[in-house]
């Protein structure tokens, strides 16, 4: 990798670390997108911890070698954790692995010990708490400290016993450790279903199980099938000194136990554990991202103790990111609801992580230049985190005979128009929007979506099908369906022509801010849409807006700005406006909406945390916003004060504290906007 701070002194460089782990930290895990793999991410944090401690003198309390990156999601209540769950000391050099065993030997003073090998599968961690042999809680890592109360999803989990099997001689109350995963198989069915539904694909098995863990509809969790090994056993009175022979035991009681653990005695044992499992578990079913070593017993463990965050009597070996060589056949070109063109690669099967790859994402133009790709050269093709797969590489030494220069596209692959590129921007577009198939139907497909128009009884299948029979050509279009339109048509019959026309029919009554969102301007999102709504209650307002009075409104920028500018231009564009008008759909705000409204919370930020008792959390977000505030979902000083329910997250109360922010109950809410 480049060297991103080439030129920097020690202190410079030290800040630009801080600066650039912390950035990473944020994407893997709050957004769950790492831009980076796990060994870059390891190379720079051990960097910092080097040049920090040659400069005692620059140390600072938050820095990212002072901390555990943290995945608490605000919805969840958190719990702090009885035994902290810290991470482990990482590497991916044999000679590391070594220089571990002689520490862990050294420290024993000789003692004899065994090392508990074991596979380092990549999910999402998770506590579990059972008392009296019955589940009763499950909560995730979080910052290592507390974590979010993940105990309903976590039951949908089929492999995770709710209740254990009595007279099993398990201790009244003790906790189990583990890792929540999702199969290769369920994670691409769910990637496919996501894809043509033109949403943004998970990164990796390990980004779609945590993100399941953290849904709010734990029936969706169940339809996600997510799997779990157990790892680890914490209590007062475990059954044994060994830590696999208390894995062991687990297993009899119920828990889904590895059945790949192995006890070492050497450290040749160790090294032929890692040369075995380095190959084989290519053929695993689930993903693995290398081997944890751990000292057996709990005595040894506790003797040898921890540092600041890790313990000494553990470690963790990291795989090297897997990498395949086969053939580039050719390079297509996809067309998204947008217009985004996006390269796709075309390769000769090879087997990658666990799955066959055919294809790799080329991103966008400048990628395609930057390999000097040539079609029928060989290539690279790393997965590292990334479930459509990468070229990183070409093989320049079997290019004997260069075949033609892949260069990208000029003109639209669907409608033949020539592409664009819009200044700041990477990728290129077709500017069609009004006649190119795939944009057409994705905007439809977006128009019809649940948090749009929600219209129930059509799916991206039969808006292909409308399309291809010439029933739908736009957005509009829908209304004025009949069931006598499609009900001959395949898979059809009368009950679903008559759904699909009711579903129609019942998205005339959904609110003017979700109709601004559902007719697809470029830049508008749901919060956007939300916020245009308030300042311009009826479309008729809005198509006559200057760019002047958009930028004025807080949270809109030139570019969003000039985007709505652009959308009320177009006299397409206006005829559906006036077609949907016609039809009936909701194009200005009406007494229903403002049902409530005021000026009561104008020019104050809310947070919202806990249960509440009188009302769900989203209906009061909804009345902060119709008494004119401000929904924000972290404290900061410009916070003007917390709605808190029962069971208020401790890290809010403490900010709140610090901050002098008011906290109020939601009494005291309801009768401050009367």
């Not at 339809?223 to 830590?243: E, I, N, S, T, V």
Request: proline share 4%; net charge negative.
């Amino acid at each position: 990798m480049k060297d991103l701070f080439a030129g920097d002194n020690d202190m410079a460089r030290i800040d630009r670390l801080r600066e650039e782990l912390h950035r990473h930290n944020y994407n893997y895990y709050v957004l769950n997108a790492p831009e980076i793999s796990d060994q870059e991410f390891d190379r720079l944090m051990y960097e910092l911890q080097e040049l920090e401690a040659k400069h005692p003198e620059y140390r600072d309390a938050n820095s990212p070698t002072m901390r555990v990156g943290s995945d608490i999601n605000k919805n969840f209540r958190q719990v702090v954790h009885r035994y902290p769950m810290l991470s482990l000391a990482n590497t991916y050099s044999e000679i590391d692995v070594k220089e571990f065993y002689d520490r862990v030997k050294k420290g024993l003073e000789g003692e004899e010990f065994e090392l508990c090998a074991e596979l380092k599968f990549d999910g999402t961690s998770i506590s579990l708490v059972y008392t009296d042999g019955k589940l009763t809680q499950a909560v995730t890592r979080g910052d290592g400290v507390r974590g979010d109360d993940v105990t309903d999803n976590v039951k949908t989990i089929r492999c995770i016993p709710l209740v254990l099997p009595p007279d099993k001689g398990y201790p009244r109350e003790f906790e189990m450790r583990g890792e929540v995963l999702m199969s290769w198989t369920v994670f691409e069915e769910l990637n496919k279903e996501r894809e043509l539904r033109e949403e943004p694909l998970f990164a990796n098995p390990r980004n779609a199980a945590s993100g399941t863990l953290k849904l709010q509809n734990s029936a969706e969790v169940a339809q996600r099938r997510l799997d779990a090994y157990l790892y680890y056993m914490l209590g007062k009175q475990l059954p044994h000194d060994g830590h696999y022979e208390n894995l062991m035991e687990a297993k009899a009681w119920g828990f889904k136990i590895s059945d790949k653990i192995k006890k070492c005695r050497s450290l040749s044992e160790v090294f032929d554990y890692i040369a075995y499992w380095n190959t084989e578990r290519k053929n695993l079913p689930v993903a693995t991202d290398g081997i944890v070593l751990k000292v057996n017993s709990t005595r040894q463990q506790q003797f040898l103790g921890y540092t600041a965050k890790s313990p000494r009597w553990a470690i963790a070996y990291k795989f090297q990111a897997e990498r395949e060589r086969t053939r580039l056949n050719s390079v297509t070109y996809q067309v998204g609801r947008t217009g985004a063109v996006t390269p796709v690669a075309n390769l000769a099967p090879v087997q990658l992580a666990g799955t066959v790859v055919k294809r790799a994402t080329l991103h966008n133009a400048d990628v395609i230049e930057g390999l000097d790709l040539h079609l029928g050269d060989m290539v690279y093709v790393e997965k590292g985190g990334e479930i459509i797969p990468k070229i990183v590489g070409v093989d320049m030494n079997s290019r004997a005979k260069a075949g033609e220069k892949v260069r990208f596209v000029t003109y639209c692959p669907e409608c033949g128009v020539e592409l664009i590129r819009y200044e700041g921007e990477a990728a290129w577009y077709c500017p069609n929007d009004t006649a190119c198939p795939p944009q057409i139907k994705g905007k439809i497909e977006h128009f019809i979506s649940r948090r749009a128009m929600n219209i129930e009884g059509i799916g991206s299948e039969t808006v292909d099908q409308f399309f291809q029979e010439g029933l739908i050509r736009d957005i509009a279009d829908l209304y004025d369906l009949k069931v006598s339109d499609i009900v001959s048509l395949e898979r059809m019959g009368e009950k679903s022509a008559d759904n699909i026309i009711k579903g129609i029919e019942a998205s005339k009554t959904v609110p003017w801010a979700r109709v601004l969102f559902a007719i697809g301007i470029r830049f508008v999102g749901e919060t956007t849409a939300k916020v245009l709504a308030k300042s311009f209650p009826s479309v008729d307002e809005l198509k006559v807006v200057t760019l002047d009075d958009l930028i004025r409104i807080d949270e809109i920028g030139e570019k969003i700005a000039r985007s709505i500018i652009l959308y009320f231009k177009d006299e397409r564009n206006i005829g559906i406006i006036e077609r949907l008008r016609a039809a009936g759909v909701r194009l200005k705000s009406d007494e229903e909406d403002a049902l409530g409204a005021s000026a009561k919370l104008v020019g104050k930020s809310v947070v919202i945390s806990g249960v509440f008792a009188l009302h769900s959390r989203d209906e009061y977000k909804e009345l902060i916003e119709r008494n004119g505030g401000k929904n924000v979902g972290s404290i900061s000083s410009k916070t003007s004060f917390v709605l808190a329910g029962e069971q208020m997250g401790p890290s809010k109360l403490e900010k709140a504290r610090r901050w002098n922010i008011p906290v109020i109950d939601e009494n005291t809410f309801l009768r401050m906007i009367e």
